[in-house]
């Protein structure tokens, strides 16, 4: 359960916002929160000279681009211009390659074996069953996290024990099985082997170690936005 936590917690941090033009993204929740508006699906069509085309909004686009609107929440729908077969995830994949390959490391390279070495079918049930949980907790994770960073800066959260209580909750909600020994509920069956209890004390550790960078971020950002509004004030 540790182990399943860890990389959530990083990629929640990674994905929760970008910095452009030395200016915070805002993410998906905080801009449908402030304009009502939901993130679009936009539709992108690939024709045979490699160019891509916005169906929605009648415009050319790079993958360059195409990664900033994934960045900025939109969903894309890619398909072929000419036979209309469905090509969103072999771009995405390509724009991960090309714009954020250190992601692709998070998978162990037995995986990529698995994947070219199986049928589709299988492949599609072994998708199902690895990613299929992780990904509605890493969602659920996501909104929490995005709400306790929304508090923070908002100053409804100032106080150590603030922050640790909203922690808990970002992950109590993520992982709803989880109690307060950080296992959950099937995990009650006594485990003999001492090697797990090991392995479980150093993933909490490196999860706290995550907890605490995230926090000292959190706490130099606020303190450069109050330098700011301070010189602000004076000119």
């Known amino acids: 359960m540790l182990r399943q936590m860890r990389p959530a917690l990083s990629l929640t941090w990674a994905g929760r916002r970008s910095i ?21 699906v936009l539709q992108i069509k690939k024709y045979p000279n490699r160019r891509f085309y916005d169906a929605t909004r009648s415009r050319h686009v790079t993958l360059h681009e195409m990664h ?21 995830n072999v771009i995405m994949v390509q724009i991960m390659l090309e714009k954020d390959p250190p992601k ?19 492949t599609r049930r072994m998708i199902e069953q690895m990613f299929g949980p992780f ?35 970002l992950f109590t909600s993520a992982y709803p099985g989880a109690g307060a020994n950080g296992r959950t509920d099937a995990a009650e069956v006594p485990n003999d082997d001492p090697e797990d209890d090991l392995d479980d004390a150093a993933d909490l550790a490196a999860i706290q170690e995550q907890v605490t960078e995230l926090n000292n971020r959190l706490a130099r950002l606020k303190a450069r936005n109050a330098r700011s509004s301070g010189a602000r004030r004076h000119t």
């Open 68 to 88: 900033g609107l994934v960045l900025d929440g939109h969903t894309l729908r890619v398909t072929d211009s000419r036979t209309g077969e469905d090509l969103t």
């Open 104 to 122: 692709l490391h998070l998978f162990p390279a037995w995986v990529f074996h698995v994947l070219l070495r199986s049928s589709q079918s299988a």
């Open 20 to 40: 452009v033009g030395g200016r915070a993204r805002p993410s998906i929740e905080e801009r449908t929160m402030t304009d009502g508006t939901p993130p679009s």
């Open 135 to 169: 990904t509605q907790a890493w969602a659920r994770g996501q909104r929490s996290l995005d709400e306790v960073l929304h508090q923070f800066m908002s100053g409804k959260v100032t106080t150590p024990m603030d922050w640790a209580s909203n922690m808990m909750r």
